[in-house]
């Protein structure tokens, strides 16, 4: 009880520091609710059903430009899954973070996992209005 007892005292004595950190916790809320919303919406219906990408698509030619992309990617995805491990602890939207994060990251059984969240029945509903809102048809999945 000692501990928590400390943080009231801490966030009592520091009422502009915790303002701030809420002010920014709802700001990164929203930056994410739009960013889902936009990546769902653009998302290719048939996203789930492609096993790989075509060998004419831009990443066979620019395989440098690509090999660059995919190492930032990987470790923006890291350095989310670890401030979202972070913001389980601090303030902030700490599970939205990792999701966001390991969307990003490349490993074993993605595809697989992503698939589980997506057939969710709940999931499903919720992405499937999103993409009614903005005109997009649903998505297939096999």
Do not use: C
Request: hydrophobic share 50%.
């Amino acid at each position: 009880m000692g501990r928590l007892s400390t943080v009231l005292l801490w966030a009592q004595t520091h009422p502009l520091v915790v303002t701030g950190m809420l002010v920014v916790s709802l700001l990164l809320a929203g930056v994410y609710a739009i960013v889902i919303f936009m990546a769902i919406a653009r998302m290719d219906a048939d996203y789930f059903m492609r096993s790989e990408a075509d060998r004419d698509s831009w990443r066979y030619r620019y395989t440098g430009l690509w090999l660059v992309i995919r190492v930032t990617k990987n470790l923006v995805g890291v350095l989310l899954v670890l401030l979202g491990l972070a913001m389980l602890v601090l303030p902030g939207q700490g599970i939205l973070t990792i999701l966001i994060g390991i969307s990003l990251l490349e490993f074993p059984g993605k595809r697989r996992l992503e698939l589980a969240i997506v057939k969710r029945p709940s999931i499903r509903r919720a992405i499937d209005r999103i993409r009614q809102r903005s005109g997009t048809e649903p998505l297939n999945l096999p």
